[in-house]
């Protein structure tokens, strides 16, 4: 049985699309998921699972969000592995942890698109593109940065953004 992380987007944020943990991990575990955590409120979990993970198994758990809640959850599915390298292509030192982020995309982006992030980033901040993941430095914080808010729409592609601490927890949670 493998583990896998699994990072919602947009669930229980200014108390829209309220999606309770208890019901998240009853969903994993009437797909077939065994050994289900989350970590704090906003979709990360943290699972077992003997099926191999598809892009079907996927569509299946948004749909039962779906049908269950009302509202359909963008789903970013990643293995041990894919979250062990997520943290070991991190370019960033870790010794300010709120400052670093990483933004998951769906797919891959238009690397000419990196140049338009360029302008609008400021003198402190820095940012890396590597496998599908956007590492985001931003001292002055994350609220702040005109960088973090546009990442998606310059890009171009679906992203969920988690902080250093997630993703450690993350990290130490797929290692239980």
């Keep these: 049985?493998?583990?896998?992380?699994?990072?919602?987007?947009?669930?229980n944020v200014g108390g829209k699309n309220i999606l309770p943990m208890k019901e998240l991990v009853s969903?994993?575990?009437?797909?077939?998921?065994?050994?289900?955590?989350t970590y704090i409120q906003s979709g990360n979990v943290v699972f077992t699972s003997a099926i191999a993970l598809r892009q079907d198994?996927?569509?299946?758990?948004?749909?039962?969000?779906?049908?269950?809640?009302?509202?359909?959850p963008q789903l970013l599915l990643l293995s041990k592995a894919d979250l062990t390298r997520a943290i070991d292509n991190n370019p960033f030192?870790?010794?300010?942890?709120?400052?670093?982020?990483?933004?998951f995309l769906a797919q891959d982006p238009e690397t000419d698109k990196l140049v338009e992030l360029a302008k609008i980033k400021t003198d402190s901040e820095q940012y890396h593109l590597k496998e599908r993941i956007f590492y985001l430095y931003a001292p002055d914080?994350?609220?702040r940065s005109k960088l973090a808010a546009r990442v998606e729409?310059?890009?171009g592609v679906p992203?969920?953004?988690?902080?250093?601490?997630?993703?450690?927890?993350?990290?130490?949670?797929?290692?239980?």
């Design 153 to 155: 729409k310059i890009l």
């Design 159 to 176: 992203t969920t953004a988690r902080n250093w601490n997630s993703i450690v927890k993350l990290a130490q949670l797929s290692e239980i």
């Design 141 to 143: 914080g994350f609220g």
């Design 93 to 103: 030192p870790v010794d300010d942890p709120k400052s670093i982020h990483f933004f």
């Design 57 to 72: 198994w996927s569509e299946k758990l948004t749909q039962k969000v779906q049908e269950l809640k009302g509202f359909t």
């Design 1 to 11: 049985m493998d583990k896998y992380i699994a990072l919602l987007r947009g669930i």
């Design 27 to 37: 969903i994993f575990q009437s797909l077939g998921a065994s050994d289900v955590s």
